[in-house]
């Protein structure tokens, strides 16, 4: 199993959804920067 803790901002709302075996998941996505002259990064996230 995989942990990461994220520090950022919510793209847009996250996406609830149901998998074709019934398992619920979310997508989402994170913008995260380390400072104002760094690249941001968006960072697509799943969770179930």
């Given at each position: 199993?995989?942990?990461?803790?994220?520090?950022?901002?919510?793209?847009?709302?996250?996406?609830?959804?149901?998998?074709?075996?019934?398992?619920?998941?979310?997508?989402?996505?994170?913008?995260?920067?380390?400072?104002?002259?760094?690249?941001?990064?968006y960072?697509?996230?799943?969770?179930?």
């Amino acid at each position: 199993m995989n942990k990461a803790f994220l520090i950022g901002k919510l793209v847009n709302d996250p996406y609830k959804g149901t998998s074709s075996y019934g398992q619920e998941y979310s997508k989402f996505t994170v913008l995260t920067s380390y400072d104002l002259e760094t690249k941001p990064q968006y960072l697509p996230c799943s969770s179930w």
